[in-house]
């Protein structure tokens, strides 16, 4: 079966329209303007995934995580209208499910694909419904072992098309822990597609990933890095994540588009102005021998190269030639 994930690069909007409708449908615009083609959300339903007691993360410093959570959540209205957006926009509609609540919400809307989050990769529960759906699968590898995602890709294995996204949950995180060597072990140890989620802050680790097969790649995306929430100051704002779009666009069209080396005719024109022809180093009278101290090489390559001198040293002139005469064939006995 073929995957429907090909050359994907995600926009991850996570939670960063912190509750606001308006401003949700204006990152999928921002998306797709800046070249993304898959726009992704984060699907909350707060009591049903999370208890008032449970720790919140150092970023939520004034308020719980639960009543953050609350206040970025949308009606199941809002979530199918979100997708309708994605599409207008041309893009794919995908989001991560916190609960199976969520999962229902998003079968309503009608999700090109769900994407399991790293902390859901051991909650087999909401795996095993997710894969009921038959709908396609991006499952993040960031917070597990081998063992926890063996278990997870072979409960999501019947939903027909399972990507595994190599992923290092740090925020930001730096290239040299990015573990794009991952994605080739995934690959040989599930038989999958593979891809990146970049928490990076550059795009090296992406156009690494993606010379390693990843068939696609997330960034996180914002309108300003000076927003509040959970993702916002480690997203790309608007101009680099369109440049992020565009280089990453760019290797797999490098990748698609193997050069013959042998094949140098388009050269041609430039190998005659820039290669050296064998030229005489001052004037030679006819009959002399052409020894290697009376030739030098010289632009343009017209004449004979450079890398036949030993076809010429030894011959005789078979006329006067004067300094600087580029040597052919015609010039010897």
Not at 121 to 128: A, F, G, K, Q, S
Not at 157 to 182: H, W
Not at 205 to 213: E, R, S
Not at 250 to 273: G, T
Request: aromatic share 8%.
């Amino acid at each position: 079966m073929t995957s429907i994930v090909q050359r994907w690069i995600i926009a991850e909007a996570g939670s960063v329209h912190d509750g606001s409708f308006g401003n949700a449908c204006k990152l999928v615009e921002l998306a797709a303007k800046c070249g993304a083609n898959v726009i992704k959300f984060q699907t909350h339903v707060a009591d049903a995934e999370t208890l008032a007691s449970a720790p919140a993360p150092a970023y939520f410093k004034s308020e719980s995580r639960i009543d953050y959570r609350a206040s970025t959540t949308f009606a199941t209205a809002q979530w199918r209208e979100l997708g309708a957006v994605a599409r207008e926009n041309g893009l794919k509609f995908i989001s991560s499910p916190f609960a199976i609540e969520a999962v229902e919400i998003l079968e309503d809307a009608g999700v090109d694909a769900f994407k399991i989050a790293s902390g859901e990769v051991t909650n087999l529960p909401l795996l095993e419904r997710i894969a009921a759906t038959r709908r396609a699968v991006i499952l993040s590898s960031g917070m597990s072992d081998w063992a926890e995602l063996d278990r997870a890709v072979e409960t999501l294995r019947p939903c027909g098309d399972l990507v595994v996204m190599q992923c290092t949950s740090a925020y930001p995180c730096p290239v040299e822990k990015a573990g794009v060597n991952v994605i080739t072990e995934l690959a040989a140890r599930y038989g999958l597609p593979t891809g990146l989620s970049d928490h990076t802050q550059g795009v090296a680790a992406a156009v690494a990933a993606i010379t390693l097969g990843a068939s696609c790649v997330e960034k996180h995306v914002t309108f300003s890095r000076a927003m509040y929430g959970s993702d916002a100051q480690f997203g790309f704002e608007p101009p680099d994540f369109a440049r992020y779009c565009a280089e990453v666009r760019d290797a797999w069209h490098l990748l698609a588009n193997p050069v013959n080396k042998a094949d140098l005719a388009a050269f041609s024109e430039m190998k005659r102005v820039f290669e050296k022809s064998i030229v005489t180093a001052g004037p030679i009278k006819q009959g002399e021998a052409l020894t290697r101290e009376r030739l030098a090489f010289k632009k343009p390559g017209t004449g004979i190269r450079a890398d036949r001198l030993a076809e010429v040293v030894g011959r005789r002139a078979n006329r006067d030639l004067p300094a600087d005469h580029v040597l052919s064939e015609k010039d010897f006995q």
